[in-house]
């Protein structure tokens, strides 16, 4: 029985090949693998010495040979193949240990492109794919994490080569194996290619972690990480709390994105993906009071998101009710060990900015990808006889800014910066405005995701003491909400852009 072992990982790979030379297992490697084996006191030989043809171009061919890939690939049972490698004087290869050079951790380098590319692998992949294919004969370890079951369980799959047992476990390697290649590949092709719409769709995510349950108990749920990029969300730290969950993972998504919107300190709050409070204010204390403020009921066991650093205050105030999720980029020492009151409570410190450019939703059948929107306005143009005032103008803007991230369709009615009143998610624009009207109290301006195709959103508006609105303006009836603002003395500003968020 042969192994051909090359990794570049070297996790537990003594154990293994220990292992392997205790089992009178024959181990042929290459490279710094060879001498990795030698250097251990393990009995290896070269892969030239099984091809006859030496290692060139720089590593770049080695392993590449019919001698390794036809004792990898023959089918044992298969009486026509077996009298091939016979005549051709080629011994079967019957476990392949190989990982891969690192593509994925080299990208976070932003190495040279003649650089990122020699960490390419061909070689590699080749074999693992080739035992792959072959894996009723073949035992195909493509993860370090596999050695420890495959140790405990040769003996006994040997023992019945093709018995069920056998034969199910290897094949599990094999799937393993193809699922790797392809995000593997994906990686190479996004690379390689860039952008964002090629003619095939390029992912390339390794599992993190399965979660409790989805959005409801019934459905099973995992989170995965992007191999091709950064992300807030991959690089934050859990400080405190019990695992996040599906719905967990998607409010925090919505919050930390919403928050990274304001160089000044804001704090956001959200509940069912759509934020329920938002404020900004003067240090953490001062935004969360009036993000608290804007909503009370809804923030029970809500997400909060701030952009700045969470103080002892602050700590003190959101411990006055339960929250799922506090995140921010810091903490200080007072507030972390106020926040670990409450056992059920997630801290987590996020400091990367969003930088997704892109943005995906599966369908059956069928994937959605689409440019994130990044964008804000294309133009701010007074459409009014009256002119908002440059502090209507600020808390425009605020407004604007917020309703990026609430349900369409979107209203938002603000004062102070604070959202006091926030309706998202109706089937029709009036109702959105009614419900954030009616929880708005004092609000001054109105900003909504998309324009008004008839006056009664500026008639409902100018009923609540409304001062200015903020919408993208484009409906063929525009003039009638113009028209209706200068007849109740409300200024309006166009943006020329929408922000549905379905």
């Known amino acids: 029985m042969r192994a051909l072992i090359s990794v570049f990982d070297k996790t537990g790979l003594r154990e293994l ?120 004969d073949v035992y195909v370890l493509s993860d370090p994490g596999d050695y420890e079951a495959f140790i405990a369980g040769f003996g006994a799959m040997e023992a019945d080569r093709y018995g069920e047992a056998a034969v199910s476990f290897k094949k599990n390697l094999a799937g393993k194996v193809f699922s790797l290649m392809g ?39 995992s989170y995965y990480e992007s191999l091709t990029g950064p992300g807030a969300l991959k690089d934050m730290e859990i400080l405190w709390g019990k695992e996040l969950s599906y ?31 938002f404020a900004l204010g003067n240090g953490s204390f001062d935004a969360y009071r009036k993000a608290y403020e804007c909503d009370k009921v809804s923030i029970f066991g809500g997400i909060v998101a701030l952009n700045c650093e969470v103080t002892s205050e602050a700590a003190g105030l959101m411990n006055s009710i339960f929250l799922e999720v506090v995140m921010a980029p810091s903490f200080t020492d007072e507030a972390l060990e106020i926040l670990k009151k409450k056992k059920n409570l997630r801290i987590v410190r996020l400091e990367a900015k969003p930088s997704q450019k892109t943005s995906a939703v599966t ?56 959202a006091v009143g926030i309706g998202g998610g109706q089937v029709n624009r009036i109702d959105a405005a009614k419900f954030a009207l009616s929880r708005g109290e004092g609000a001054t301006v109105m900003a909504s995701d998309a324009f008004f195709p008839f006056g009664d959103v500026v008639e409902e508006a100018g009923k609540h003491g409304i001062k200015a609105i903020i919408q993208p303006g484009g409906s063929l009836k525009d003039q009638e909400s113009i028209d209706k603002c200068n007849e109740l003395g409300i200024s309006m500003v166009f943006t020329s852009m929408r922000h549905f968020k379905h």
């Open 17 to 136: 090949a220990l292992f392997l030379e205790k089992n009178n297992v024959e181990i042929i490697s290459s490279g710094g693998t060879y001498k990795y084996l030698q250097a251990e006191g393990i009995k290896v030989s070269t892969v030239e010495s099984v091809t006859g043809f030496p290692e060139i171009l720089d590593g770049r061919v080695k392993t590449l040979h019919p001698a390794i890939h036809s004792g990898i690939l023959y089918i044992r049972e298969n009486e026509s193949h077996a009298d091939q490698v016979r005549e051709l004087g080629i011994e079967g290869i019957d476990i392949v240990c190989v990982n891969l050079y690192p593509f994925f951790d080299k990208l976070k380098e932003n190495l040279p492109e003649e650089e990122q590319i020699e960490f390419i692998d061909i070689g590699g992949p080749t074999m693992l794919r080739a035992a792959a294919k072959n894996f009723r």
């Open 183 to 221: 995000a593997y590949d994906s990686a190479v092709a996004t690379y390689i290619l860039g952008g964002s719409f090629n003619d095939y769709l390029n992912l390339s995510y390794r599992k993190v972690s399965d979660l409790r349950y989805g959005e409801n108990p019934h459905q099973k749920a």
């Open 247 to 277: 719905n967990n993972l998607k409010d925090m998504d919505i919050a930390w994105k919403s928050v990274c919107e304001f160089d000044e300190d804001a704090c956001c709050a959200v509940k069912h993906n759509t934020p329920c409070g």
């Open 363 to 418: 369908l059956d059948g069928l994937i959605l990808a689409q440019d994130e929107d990044l964008d804000f306005v294309r133009e701010m143009k007074v459409v009014t006889e009256k002119a908002p005032t440059k502090e209507e103008m600020d808390e425009l803007v605020f407004a604007m800014r917020v309703v990026k991230y609430v349900k369409s369709n979107a209203i938002v009615v603000s004062r102070d910066k604070m």
